[in-house]
């Protein structure tokens, strides 16, 4: 256990659901990630949240939106997703910014199909 | 932008022989360079981590080199074990960044068998 947890593990949905993942991190850190890892591409960053506040959106679709309530919980909103946004989803925590920013925890994932 | 590659993309070997799995990375003003290890339904754990300043770092029977003016790394694993099996990944951390932001590799998907 790394002491971040995501919810739901495996999700299939139809392009017109609204669904959400969720990401508890027990750690105490201050920065939290999401990231997306398909087939067919490296492990890619998607969003940033630092203290709450989001620092960086690297150029997602907006039928992709983050929420972060406080330090400890990160969401993730979908809504008219395509099937080529199947993919494994991560999300991780770090102690941020700074170097110890680098030293992130991952959680296990949420295994999305879109159908 | 930094590309990470890693090669091989798939290993298979007898359990005990020493694998080299290996890293190259385009920009080589890095801050740092890790190792990680993915088991299905298990996400990411962190192996290593190499400091820019640094060339290598060990732990057990792993052992990581960076060579950052060439933009490689390896990673060493000896006296391989069943329990090795899983997806190993190289990330890249850009100097300049306060965000954390890593680059990783597509990674090495290694089987050692009985």
């Known amino acids: 256990e790394t002491g971040v947890t995501q919810t739901p593990r495996h999700l299939v949905m139809g392009m017109t659901n609204k669904k959400s993942l969720k990401c508890e991190q027990h750690?105490?850190?201050?920065?939290m990630y999401w990231y997306k890892q398909s087939a067919k591409k490296p492990l890619e960053l998607m969003f940033v949240?630092?203290?709450?506040?989001?620092?960086e959106n690297n150029s997602v679709p907006s039928r992709f939106s983050p929420e972060c309530p406080n330090s400890s919980h990160l969401f993730l909103h979908l809504h008219t997703l395509q099937p080529e946004d199947s993919a494994l989803y991560l999300c991780?925590?770090?102690?941020?910014?700074?170097?110890?920013?680098?030293?992130?925890?991952f959680g296990p994932g949420t295994r999305l199909t879109v159908t | 932008k930094q590309e990470v590659t890693q090669i091989p993309a798939a290993l298979s070997v007898p359990e005990g022989e020493n694998l080299v799995l290996n890293c190259s990375f385009t920009?080589?003003?890095?801050?740092?360079l890790q190792w990680f290890r993915q088991d299905p339904g298990k996400g990411l754990t962190s192996l290593l981590l190499?400091?820019?300043?640094?060339r290598e770092q060990t732990s057990g029977r792993l052992n990581a080199s960076l060579d950052k003016s060439s933009g490689r790394s390896t990673l060493y694993i000896a006296a391989s074990q069943p329990g090795d099996s899983a997806t190993y990944l190289c990330?890249?951390?850009?100097?300049?960044?306060?965000?954390?932001?890593?680059?990783f590799g597509r990674g090495t998907q290694l089987t050692v068998w009985p």
């Open positions: 991780a925590s770090s102690q941020g910014p700074g170097p110890n920013a680098y030293e992130q925890y």
């Open positions: 750690l105490g850190h201050n920065a």
């Open positions: 949240y630092s203290l709450e506040e989001r620092v």
């Open positions: 920009d080589s003003a890095i801050y740092n």
């Open positions: 190499i400091q820019s300043s640094q």
């Open positions: 990330a890249v951390a850009d100097r300049g960044s306060t965000l954390g932001r890593l680059y």
